[in-house]
């Protein structure tokens, strides 16, 4: 298996570029520790580690919108990686947009591009 330098990390968690595998759309940035990591070697699908529920994240098993890798890019350091995917379902981001990237700064002002593919309350329930 591909080692990884966690250790790196005083918290473990190393930063994963996510990006279209066909487009090359960057669709989002999450965080893996050594067990997503080996989730996601062994099954094919993205696993993370989720920051803010301080646990193992299978992306898409609360949406749906699953990320079936197809390449797997490492940095000269072993402590980034990018995910190729191929994006099941329409949304990579928990807000409902294609991508977590889709507010441009222009003119010192965040402007928001495109609209929700949906309603985040409809999968994820009110918070």
């Not at 994963?16 to 094919?44: C, F, H, P, R």
């Not at 329409?90 to 309603?119: I, M, N, Y």
Request: aromatic residues 10%; hydrophobic residues 40%.
């Amino acid at each position: 298996m591909v080692e990884l330098n966690f250790e790196k990390s005083v918290d473990g968690l190393l930063p994963a570029v996510v990006q279209d595998y066909v487009s090359g759309e960057v669709l989002m940035l999450a965080y893996i520790n050594k067990l997503s990591w080996e989730k996601t070697l062994e099954t094919g699908q993205a696993h993370y580690w989720s920051r803010s529920r301080n646990s193992l994240w299978l992306k898409g098993e609360s949406s749906g919108n699953v990320q079936v890798i197809h390449d797997i890019l490492v940095d000269c350091d072993s402590d980034t990686v990018v995910f190729k995917v191929d994006q099941i379902g329409d949304a990579a981001c928990h807000t409902g947009h294609r991508s977590c990237f889709f507010r441009r700064v222009h003119q010192g002002e965040l402007v928001v591009e495109g609209k929700p593919l949906f309603d985040p309350a409809q999968v994820y329930g009110s918070k």
